[in-house]
């Protein structure tokens, strides 16, 4: 809190003439000065200014905020949402694209459009479907995030992952279109990782 306003009293420096006594003492008015607690919320709101200001660069920066459109990706991403993807996660040998991640990609039959699915194959992996059996290297695939009534009966003949490019399915395998139509994703055209859900408010969160 600020100190209190005060009234301070000092002594006339001046004498009458004929070196009477001095007049009478004059009031002045003391100056507002910020007090410590004043001066430590001040120093925290600029800290907190600044630390703002850093993160929505940094977000800026390596985050890119897109829209999804479509079903395919039910249940994980639902259509209009909003969410944000990580541009570097792939440059500069950071990671590597692994089976399970979530990527956004040029579609190869379009480049002038975005796709998003998930990584089920990289270079050198056998994949195939049985009537909606997805099976990887001869071994049937675990996918809790495809629940029952998302999954259909396509089946696909094997197929080998060529190098620096990717098997990539939607979630909602009845409404997707993926490589089991139109093949393989080259690596050069996946250009960010699905990072985290930003809207709505109520499905916020990082995303797997």
Excluded: C
């Amino acid at each position: 809190m600020n100190a209190p306003d005060e009234n301070r009293i000092e002594p006339a420096n001046v004498q009458q003439e004929g070196g009477e006594q001095p007049l009478s003492p004059v009031i002045r008015r003391g100056s507002t000065r910020p007090g410590p607690s004043a001066i430590a919320a001040i120093s925290w709101l600029r800290d907190l200014t600044v630390s703002v200001l850093i993160a929505v660069v940094v977000i800026l920066f390596l985050y890119q905020p897109v829209r999804v459109e479509g079903t395919s990706m039910m249940p994980a991403l639902v259509d209009q949402e909003r969410i944000f993807i990580n541009k570097f996660a792939y440059r500069f040998g950071i990671s590597d694209i692994q089976s399970g991640d979530t990527v956004v990609f040029w579609f190869p039959g379009d480049p002038s459009k975005s796709f998003i699915k998930r990584v089920i194959g990289v270079p050198g992996d056998k994949v195939q479907v049985t009537d909606g059996q997805v099976s990887v290297n001869e071994r049937p695939l675990d996918e809790p995030y495809v629940p029952e009534a998302y999954r259909d009966h396509v089946s696909t003949p094997l197929r080998v992952v060529p190098p620096g490019e990717y098997y990539v399915l939607g979630d909602h395998r009845s409404s997707s279109n993926d490589s089991r139509m139109w093949g393989t994703v080259p690596r050069h055209y996946i250009y960010g990782k699905a990072a985290f859900v930003y809207w709505p408010l109520d499905r916020m969160g990082l995303l797997r």
